[in-house]
């Protein structure tokens, strides 16, 4: 059985920092983009990020340059290491699983995560 399972949200203050995982399990994803969405109340699912093995990583210009995705292949796990939080990062994080060039489309992509909570206050 697929599973994506988020780890490491929290509440924090504007400017602080959470790195958020994401394991996956039942089968191989080294050929996979890994993804990172999030919800806000009230608003649509968005893409944060996403990286393929061995490939250069995909930013919204929104977490440009606070943001860093990576993978680590043998624990088939990846991170999002988030600082300088704003109050705008608040929602619903999700990692996803999806096709073998990075997209920033979340209907190409095909496992998702439960989605794990981070908010950040001002």
């Known amino acids: 059985q697929v599973q994506l399972v988020e780890s490491g949200g929290g509440s924090v203050q504007a400017g602080g920092s959470l790195r958020l995982s994401c394991a996956a399990s039942g089968r191989s994803f080294s050929s996979s983009t890994m993804g990172w969405f999030r919800q806000a109340p009230g608003k649509e699912r968005e893409f944060v990020a996403a990286?393929?093995?061995?490939?250069?990583?995909l930013y919204s210009e929104a977490v440009k340059g606070r943001y860093t995705i990576s993978r680590d292949a043998l624990r088939s796990t990846v991170y999002l290491q988030m600082n300088f939080l704003e109050p705008e990062d608040t929602g619903v994080y999700y990692c996803?699983?999806?096709?073998?060039?990075?997209?920033?489309?979340?209907?190409?992509?095909?496992?998702w995560g439960q989605g794990t909570q981070v908010t950040v206050s001002s």
């Open positions: 996803a699983a999806g096709p073998p060039t990075p997209s920033w489309d979340a209907k190409d992509y095909d496992y």
């Open positions: 990286v393929r093995w061995r490939s250069s990583a």
